[in-house]
């Protein structure tokens, strides 16, 4: 049987832009600098049932870098316009990096079952 590369082009085309537009923010533009983009340390406690803080606040350009302990229980931390979800066990330390491009509010929530109060879990981050 004979491939059709075009369409096989096509198709990969399709999975390239997907992944791309789920991933937008998370990677440095390629004609910036790494070393002169701004970076952005913050550290995060996650408990039943909160973020602390749960509101952070940084400049649109800056490299964020997370770094998120569970110090009570199996939590998950999911930034979903940054196409981010990772787990946070207890005890542990997570460092989950993106870069904020973009203006804008960017919800966070809890994406591990934890207890009664995991719904409220959330939080967010403001990109100015
Ligand atoms: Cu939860």
Do not use: W
């Amino acid at each position: 049987m004979k491939l059709n590369i075009k369409y096989i082009l096509a198709l990969a085309l399709i999975l390239l832009t997907g992944c791309g537009q789920s991933q937008q923010f998370m990677a440095v533009p390629p004609d910036a600098r790494k070393e002169d983009v701004p970076r952005q340390s913050i550290q995060l406690k996650a408990e039943r049932f909160k973020f602390t803080p749960d509101v952070i606040r940084v400049k649109a350009g800056t490299l964020v870098r997370l770094e998120i302990t569970s110090v009570e229980g199996t939590h998950g931390f999911q930034l979903g316009a940054f196409g981010i979800d990772e787990r946070l066990d207890e005890n542990q330390t997570k460092i989950i990096e993106f870069y904020a491009s973009k203006q804008g509010e960017y919800g966070f929530r809890c994406s591990h079952f934890c207890g009664i109060g995991h719904m409220g879990m959330t939080g967010k981050v403001i990109v100015e």
